[in-house]
């Protein structure tokens, strides 16, 4: 069974601070791995496709990196409204995984 | 702009079933592929189910295997879910979301989601 696996399960930090989230896939499948923001009560906006590349509209403080099994989204510093649930994504063999998410919550 | 507008959510009881909608615009939608994604309150996402741009393909998460039937009519805009024989574990908010057109296997746009209670 193919498993994404996010680290931290909660973030505290500050604004201006830097926030490092992880990702771990069960096995390597490819570098189709997309980030989502998600707000309460609002649905997930994607951040980051094909590992690396922001989506539209999405500022330069957010920036993904990694390959194979090993995935990481950065925020630079963080603004009073990054603060949110964030998931990684990716697909095999015709499922497709979601991490179960990192909360990034003000300290 | 891309608008997804997910529609037929309500209470329905263990065994009954449910078929929701989700009325697609501002972009050329024959050209794209669809999903269904679910979120149980206060919980994570799950992947529901996906449909081909053409309606070729469609692909489902074991959970929902026999149970549930993606469709779509791309004359109105539209892609539908049919939910047959719910649980309670089946009850979730359900959003309609778009596919990459790029191969990349990426979901880009999310509509707000339709919550779909399943209680005796």
């Known amino acids: 069974e193919f498993v994404l696996t996010q680290s931290p399960a909660t973030l505290s930090l500050s604004p201006g601070d830097r926030a490092t989230l992880s990702c771990r896939a069960s096995q390597s499948v490819s570098s189709y791995l997309a980030w989502y923001q998600q707000k309460p009560g609002q649905a997930p906006r994607l951040l980051i496709y094909d590992a690396s590349n922001r989506a539209p509209g999405i500022p330069a403080r957010f920036s993904g990196s990694g390959s194979g099994t090993d995935f990481t989204l950065t925020i630079s510093s963080l603004e009073p409204e990054d603060f949110a649930v964030y998931y990684c994504q990716q697909r095999s063999n015709w499922f497709w995984a979601f991490g179960q998410g990192t909360k990034v919550e003000i300290k | 702009q891309v608008q997804l507008v997910e529609s037929g959510g309500g209470v329905v009881q263990p065994g009954r079933s449910l078929r929701l909608s989700c009325a697609a615009s501002g972009f050329n939608f024959k050209n794209y592929g669809m999903h269904w994604v679910r979120q149980t309150p206060g919980k994570g996402l799950e992947w529901v189910t996906i449909i081909w741009y053409d309606g070729s393909k469609k692909y489902y998460a074991d959970s929902v295997k026999s149970r549930f039937t993606i469709s779509r009519d791309n004359s109105k805009n539209m892609v539908y879910l049919q939910m047959n024989s719910l649980r309670a574990e089946d009850t979730a908010m359900y959003y309609c979301?778009?596919?990459?057109?790029?191969?990349?296997?990426?979901?880009?746009?999310w509509g707000q989601g339709t919550l779909v209670t399943v209680s005796s």
């Open positions: 979301a778009r596919d990459r057109p790029y191969g990349d296997y990426t979901i880009d746009y």
